[in-house]
């Protein structure tokens, strides 16, 4: 089992970056798939980005390639979102997810998640 706490989220300016962070518990970190999810409100929890076990694949939802880069350090026992040139729809709570299996871009897939952090974008 593995928990998952998020952090870095906040107010920014259209045009702004923030990075994201999500601590993992446990000795078993590396074993994971690890994604992030966002959810705005009243819409549904949204596939935004996963990363291999060894960090050496990495899978962008189409609205945010190229603007957001996933990254982690086994190590540390941490995935990171580094999110720039954020634009006023990407304001949601952002979840990180832990996923025992291969790859999923589908929220009900992955076995763990985090309490979340809000991303406010202002235009």
């Known amino acids: 089992q593995v928990q998952l706490v998020e952090s870095g989220g906040g107010l920014v300016q259209a045009g702004g970056s923030l990075r994201l962070s999500c601590a993992a518990s446990g000795r078993t970190f590396s074993s994971y798939t690890m994604g992030w999810f966002r959810q705005a409100p009243g819409k549904e929890r949204q596939f935004v980005a996963a990363i291999s076990r060894s960090g050496g694949i990495t899978y962008y939802a189409d609205s945010v390639r190229g603007r957001l880069s996933i990254s982690r350090d086994n190590a540390e026992n941490t995935v990171y979102l580094q999110m720039n040139v954020l634009k006023p729809e990407d304001t949601a709570v952002y979840y990180c997810?832990?996923?025992?299996?291969?790859?999923?871009?589908?929220?009900?897939?992955?076995?763990?998640w985090g309490q979340g952090t809000q991303v406010s974008v202002s235009s």
């Open positions: 997810a832990a996923r025992v299996a291969y790859y999923s871009r589908y929220a009900h897939e992955y076995d763990y």
